[in-house]
């Protein structure tokens, strides 16, 4: 049978026009291909509605027989074999409400049984799912979610907030914990949480891929870290990614799991190659001028996003937004941003960008406002791969590029698998200006349990002796025996490599005594102190190219930046000058305000105080050894972690709820600076707190923070 000939003539209508005959053709491709069948039935389920009731009967039996049991909701036509197995497919608990289909239970099945499980399967598959059904279905005690983002972790949380009546959700070092407790890290959080960690039972790493050093660097590295940490404790684990071909042998040899390849396809994917004529973004207009339903664009990186942008508004004349909420958010982000910053003006216009440097409430709106269809195009960036847990009728692939690299097969069937969802787009469309990458499914090496002469030396450190092969042992035997840094020096600083440090600490044993005294500092540097440490950490602690990622020039640069902010002590206003500023030097808007924020999220809140500790501890143990007194350089860490705000303010940014209204929330005496994070969340679960949004905009920008921390919104219209 031409499966291509009856796909064809279910896209043009035959199924309506003879849909016995088309529903029959279709049953017999079930009975010879499965996946072929599961196909056509989805493609079928798309035009269900304009079917006779006979033959919606009729097509719900082929989707029980393909495993699609999700998708039926009315039992009582089904015959009853059929409505014995869509009861036995629905979970229990807190999850009763859901149905899994055919290849999930295959999973779970393995999951329940308290197996460990690696599992590769499509976007679309529901992988997620499982984990909130098991977590419903089981007793564990303590659960670790390592996923990719902190946009993520702020997702899971939300989405874990089921569970608030048996766990404590744990997303930061500033939560109490209970008997029972739900951790929702980054590696990068995990490790720092390392020594209070209790006994865990079971753990999860979502894009497991990730694990893979060549792919990720040094945020693998520490992935892998986190894995052999989770890994000691023999707790049963789950590890979920899309299209991974292989893992090492020596992976099931040395941790018992078993390894799932499952290409269960719940929707339908529709390739279109797109002509770049006249030209590219002409083409791309064209298209948005005659696609129904909402688009996501794929660009290389925040640049092409705004380029994209600027040519789209350039090529049509497009109306202003009359919805309020989107025409107050242009102006909120104009007002506390700039006017001219291109995220400000495509809100004007209905159209989302989305990228890792947007203010985590900024972020999470433009999804909301995405998923709610009041933003019918989104420009999205890589976060459409890994922080972005959205999905759309429609995907472009405008750039065929990530990193300034060709697309792979593999991120582009990641990129491909955010077409279509369940239950609201049975067809996802996929347009492409470029050839299709050759399919070429990745093998993912997991160092922690295959090391190489490639494996970071910081990891090799964190793998017992035994199980390092001949060949790296002497390269372990002489970081350990080094004279410089003591053993548990190295290992304490998991995100840099003992290289660097021991070379960090070479340099400040060879410093002169004057040179000494300005790392001596304890708690509040001097600007030639803070000169000084941030010089070491540029020039010889490996700062320098984290550094250049979140849009800093030199050492010097670095320098004032965090000075400012430390003298300034106002996330709000410190933005606002360096915006200000930069714009008047002839940086452009878009550029000034979003170096700023590169250095907020990506050096001043996270990777310079790991550096300044990591400073710290080499500093301290050199000057001690030469008969000084050590430094402190932790208290000022801790400080500039949280911006030199109260913590809760970091937090609740976490958690999408901006600065500006937290500030007015303390001014409102709502809580108290000085309250710890759980007593604020409790206090901030009170309806009137609604009162402190300026508008439309900010009062649903706090009526979503609040459903996030488990307020009901039916709950909330009662009040």
Same mark, same amino acid.
């Given at each position: 049978m031409d499966i291509a000939l009856l796909r064809k003539g279910i896209n043009e209508g035959r199924l309506e026009e003879d849909s016995f005959r088309t529903l029959s053709l279709i049953a017999k491709v079930c009975a010879d291909n499965l996946s072929s069948g599961r196909d056509l039935v989805v493609r079928a389920l798309d035009r269900k509605a304009n079917l006779a009731v006979q033959y919606q009967e009729i097509l719900d039996e082929l989707v029980m027989k393909v495993g699609l049991y999700p998708y039926v909701g009315d039992l009582s036509e089904l015959s009853l074999r059929s409505a014995m197995l869509h009861a036995a497919h629905r979970a229990d608990g807190e999850m009763e409400d859901y149905v899994i289909h055919q290849a999930q239970a295959r999973v779970l099945r393995k999951l329940m049984a308290g197996e460990s499980v690696i599992l590769s399967a499509p976007t679309s598959f529901g992988k997620s799912l499982l984990i909130d059904i098991l977590i419903s279905a089981k007793n564990f005690t303590n659960i670790v979610l390592?996923?990719?983002?902190?946009?993520?972790?702020?997702?899971? &949380?939300?989405?874990?907030? &089921?569970?608030?009546?048996?766990?404590?959700?744990?997303?930061? +070092?500033? *939560?109490?914990? %209970?008997?029972?407790?739900?951790?929702?890290? @980054? *590696?990068?959080?995990?490790? $720092?949480?390392?020594?209070?960690?209790?006994?865990?039972?079971?753990?999860?790493?979502?894009?497991?891929?990730?694990? %893979?050093?060549?792919?990720?660097?040094?945020?693998?590295?520490?992935?892998?870290?986190?894995?052999?940490?989770?890994?000691?404790?023999?707790? *049963?684990?789950?590890?979920?990614?899309?299209?991974?071909?292989?893992?090492?042998?020596?992976?099931?040899?040395?941790?018992?799991?078993?390894?799932?390849?499952?290409?269960? *396809?719940?929707? !339908?994917?529709?390739?279109?190659?797109?002509?770049?004529?006249p030209n590219k973004d002409l083409a791309l207009a064209d298209l948005l001028d005659r696609t129904e339903g909402q688009t996501m664009v794929y660009c290389q990186s925040p640049n092409s996003a705004r380029s994209v942008l600027k040519e789209y508004l350039k090529n049509r004349p497009l109306q202003k937004v009359e919805d309020q909420e989107l025409i107050e958010a242009a102006e909120w982000t104009a007002k506390h941003y700039n006017g001219d910053w291109l995220v400000s003006v495509g809100l004007r216009y209905g159209i989302g960008i989305h990228h890792g440097r947007l203010p985590r409430s900024l972020g999470r709106f433009m999804v909301r406002a995405f998923?709610?269809?009041?933003?019918?195009?989104? /420009?999205?960036? $890589?976060? /459409?791969?890994?922080?972005? +847990?959205?999905?759309?009728?429609? =995907?472009?692939?405008?750039?065929?590029?990530?990193?300034?690299?060709?697309?792979?097969?593999?991120?582009?069937n990641n990129i491909k698998g955010r077409s279509g969802r369940m239950f609201r787009h049975f067809i996802g469309n996929v347009y492409l200006f470029d050839e299709p990458p050759e399919e070429d499914l990745p093998f993912v090496d997991i160092p922690a349990l295959n090391p190489t002469e490639n494996t970071p030396s910081s990891l090799l450190l964190r793998i017992p002796v035994f199980d390092l092969p001949q060949s790296l042992q002497s390269k372990v035997n002489a970081l350990i025996e080094q004279k410089y840094l003591p053993f548990n020096l190295l290992v304490s600083h998991s995100g840099i490599e003992p290289e660097n440090l021991i070379e960090t600490a070479k340099y400040i044993w060879g410093l002169s005594? +004057?040179?000494?005294?300005?790392?001596?500092?304890?708690?509040?540097?001097?600007?030639?102190?803070?000169?000084?440490?941030?010089?070491?950490?540029?020039?010889?602690?490996?700062?320098?190219? #984290?550094?250049?990622?979140?849009?800093? &020039?030199?050492?010097?640069?670095? #320098?004032?930046?965090?000075?400012?902010?430390?003298? @300034?002590?106002?996330?709000? !206003?410190? &933005?606002?000058?360096?915006?200000?500023?930069?714009?008047?030097?002839? =940086?452009?808007?878009?550029?000034?305000?979003? +170096?700023?924020?590169?250095?907020?999220?990506?050096?001043?809140?996270?990777?310079?105080?790991?550096?300044?500790? !990591?400073?710290?501890?080499?500093a301290s143990y050199v000057l001690t050894a030469k008969g000084f007194k050590g430094c402190n350089y932790i208290p000022f860490a801790a400080s500039i972690e949280h911006l030199f705000q109260p913590d809760t303010f970091s937090s609740l940014e976490e958690y999408g709820l901006p600065t500006e209204i937290t500030e007015r929330l303390v001014q409102g005496r709502i809580f108290g600076k000085e309250e710890p994070l759980d007593v604020v969340i409790n206090k901030l679960k009170l309806p009137d707190i609604r009162r402190f949004g300026g508008g439309v905009f900010e009062q649903r920008i706090i009526e979503d923070f609040q459903q996030g921390i488990g307020v009901s919104p039916t709950l909330k219209d009662k009040n």
């Open positions: 390592i996923v990719p983002t902190l946009a993520l972790v702020e997702e899971t &949380r939300r989405r874990m907030s &089921r569970f608030s009546d048996r766990y404590s959700i744990i997303t930061s +070092n500033g *939560q109490a914990l %209970s008997a029972n407790n739900i951790f929702v890290f @980054t *590696q990068e959080r995990l490790l $720092s949480f390392e020594d209070a960690l209790p006994e865990v039972d079971f753990f999860v790493i979502d894009e497991f891929y990730k694990l %893979s050093i060549s792919g990720e660097g040094d945020r693998a590295t520490l992935l892998n870290q986190a894995f052999l940490m989770l890994a000691k404790s023999k707790a *049963q684990f789950y590890l979920l990614g899309p299209s991974i071909k292989a893992i090492p042998e020596s992976v099931h040899e040395k941790v018992k799991c078993s390894f799932m390849v499952e290409d269960f *396809q719940t929707v !339908a994917i529709e390739l279109h190659r797109l002509k770049k004529k998923e709610e269809g009041k933003l019918n195009i989104l /420009l999205c960036t $890589s976060t /459409l791969i890994e922080g972005v +847990n959205t999905a759309a009728k429609n =995907v472009v692939i405008y750039d065929n590029k990530l990193n300034r690299q060709p697309l792979d097969f593999f991120t582009f005594h +004057n040179d000494l005294r300005l790392v001596s500092w304890v708690a509040k540097p001097s600007y030639e102190e803070l000169k000084f440490s941030s010089e070491i950490i540029w020039d010889k602690l490996g700062g320098s190219y #984290t550094a250049r990622a979140a849009s800093m &020039r030199s050492a010097s640069m670095m #320098t004032k930046w965090v000075w400012d902010l430390y003298k @300034t002590r106002n996330v709000p !206003a410190f &933005r606002r000058e360096k915006i200000t500023s930069q714009i008047a030097y002839g =940086v452009s808007p878009d550029d000034s305000v979003e +170096n700023v924020l590169a250095f907020i999220r990506g050096w001043a809140s996270f990777n310079y105080p790991k550096f300044l500790s !990591a400073l710290n501890s080499i």
